[in-house]
């Protein structure tokens, strides 16, 4: 980390002026309009569970993780499924949505992986990442699947049905007539009247709304106050250090993360790693890390917290965000196993919050 890097001292109401991304742009105004900057990562195993805790916490992170393959009864009804849910409660709460799927492939598979397939990533996750061990072109794979996805819901297929009883004159010279009443005719050998016509037609018409399909359910039109919906464009985070223990991202792979980072700036926002990698004057990524744990409360802040016993390596929010210069700090099991999930996603955002305004002063 470069201690004398702009991006460092710069409040992210200044930063969301100079990010080149979008979605960069609106996450920086977002965390500055919730006085937040935390990310909560939610590993729980059902539907239920998943779309119960977005709604809980929602009002204190900016952003929600999801392993959307961990989930039992996820619902891939583009229209009324799991991942439409959670857009609406992200819509409601005001925060990002973070599908942590860390591809790694050819660019052609990872392409149909984002785009296609059962789950379908990129119609309702504003943000997902990738490991680049498969080559810095699977970047520009999925930077141009992301272009040409967005290009194409700027307009949406309207569909119309109508069914009634046609009038004198409705139809035109040779126009097919559907007759619902067949071919039954009465005593005197007249064929029976039409008693009904089904009319389909279909036409495209621009996408105004960034939002993509809606539920039903009330409470779906809701929008955090204060602040616009996200912008339709994708976001991609290069995963470019872990915080587990004998990791084997080296510094060259690092590096790559930031060259590739720097090439496709219309598509990475920046990165998940375990320290601020700015380091080019016009180096503007946001940085998010996972690995964040406080102490119970009571005790010391900045006290030592145990790992997991499976690698998991814990640093605390001060030392993440003021010393190591991250953005977003991701918490899972520290809010998701806590007695009141809410109460202490409230404690993580004001230890996170505290610790970036010491770092900015």
């Not at 995963?239 to 690092?254: E, I, W």
């Not at 806590?338 to 004001?350: G, I, L, T």
């Amino acid at each position: 980390m470069s201690d004398r890097h702009p991006t460092l001292l710069q409040p992210y109401s200044e930063r969301a002026k100079t990010a080149t991304h979008p979605l960069s742009r609106y996450l920086f105004r977002l965390m500055d309009l919730k006085a937040s900057n935390l990310c909560l990562s939610a590993d729980v195993t059902t539907a239920r569970e998943l779309l119960v805790l977005a709604d809980r916490v929602g009002p204190s992170i900016v952003v929600l993780k999801t392993h959307y393959d961990l989930i039992s009864g996820w619902d891939y009804n583009p229209q009324t499924g799991t991942g439409v849910k959670l857009a609406a409660l992200a819509r409601k709460h005001g925060f990002l949505i973070f599908e942590d799927r860390k591809f790694v492939d050819i660019g052609k598979t990872v392409q149909m992986q984002y785009t296609a397939g059962t789950a379908r990533i990129i119609e309702w996750a504003h943000i997902t990442n990738a490991n680049i061990d498969a080559g810095k072109d699977m970047v520009r794979a999925m930077a141009e699947a992301a272009a040409n996805w967005k290009a194409r819901i700027h307009y949406e297929v309207k569909t119309s049905v109508s069914v009634g009883t046609p009038v004198a004159g409705q139809f035109e010279d040779g126009e097919e007539q559907n007759d619902n009443a067949g071919d039954d005719r009465d005593s005197d050998g007249r064929k029976g009247s039409i008693v009904s016509i089904t009319t389909v037609t279909q036409s495209f018409e621009p996408a105004d709304s960034p939002r993509l399909a809606k539920t039903n359910e009330h409470g779906d039109e809701l929008v955090y106050p204060g602040i616009e919906e996200p912008p339709m464009d994708r976001g991609l985070l290069l995963l470019a250090q872990m915080s587990s223990k004998g990791c084997l991202m080296t510094k060259d792979y690092t590096q790559a993360c930031v060259e590739a980072a720097r090439e496709h700036k219309d598509f990475v926002m920046g990165y998940v790693a375990q320290e601020a990698l700015n380091s080019a004057p016009d180096d503007n990524f946001i940085h998010m890390t996972p690995g964040c744990k406080l102490p119970p409360p009571g005790q010391e802040e900045n006290g030592h917290v145990e790992g997991d016993g499976l690698g998991q390596q814990y640093n605390t929010p001060a030392k993440l965000i003021t010393l190591l210069g991250t953005d977003i700090v991701i918490v899972g099991r520290g809010i998701i196993q806590a007695a009141d999930p809410p109460s202490e996603a409230e404690r993580y955002r004001r230890k996170s919050w505290k610790a970036y305004l010491t770092r900015v002063g």
